[in-house]
């Protein structure tokens, strides 16, 4: 790899096979999560992630390029966490609470790798693909801020239950 353009191709490859990764394991967090507007939210990400994957698709053509054949490691490596979650055997409450850790380390992940792949579209002239990566990192920004919302209402969730199980011990020591 010597020239820009030569690592921007690749991480694009990069971020293709990362968006099929994350699309995959949407399904699987869909079918886990137990709140309904949670359950919405990944299914709504999930076919946003169909459309991210058809814009990468649309920027190869673009720079008529070919994506490299390639895994994205981080994406497998976060799908790996995913699977190692559930080999603990966590209660449905703190699966959902995992889940949602690990939605945002990718989010946070994504947008740290759109940001980049925007900029260097800019720097080489490549203004359409930057176009259609900023669409992409606009959703995944949305979805992060989702997840921190989504989070912080499990949390509390699971303050107040932890509370009224205190409330209940006590009750049944007396």
Not at 3 to 29: N, Y
Not at 108 to 124: F, K, M, N
Not at 162 to 168: F, G, I, L, V
Request: net charge negative.
């Amino acid at each position: 790899m010597d020239t820009p353009r030569e690592l921007f191709l690749h991480e694009l490859s990069d971020m293709l096979s990362a968006e099929h990764i994350i699309a995959k394991t949407l399904g699987e967090l869909t079918s886990e999560t137990q709140h309904d507007e949670i359950k919405a939210a990944f299914k709504e990400h999930g076919a946003e992630s169909k459309e991210q994957i058809k814009r990468l698709q649309e920027a190869f053509k673009l720079l008529g390029e070919k994506p490299e054949d390639t895994t994205c490691h981080a994406a497998e490596g976060l799908r790996q966490e995913h699977e190692a979650l559930h080999e603990e055997q966590p209660s449905p409450e703190v699966l959902e609470m995992g889940n949602l850790l690990g939605a945002a380390k990718t989010e946070h992940y994504e947008i740290a790798s759109y940001t980049g792949l925007v900029q260097i579209a800019r720097d080489l002239g490549e203004r359409e693909v930057a176009d259609l990566l900023k669409q992409n990192l606009d959703e995944e920004q949305a979805m992060a801020k989702r997840i921190v919302d989504f989070t912080k209402m499990t949390g509390k969730e699971a303050k107040q239950a932890m509370r009224e199980q205190e409330k209940a011990e006590k009750a049944a020591a007396r």
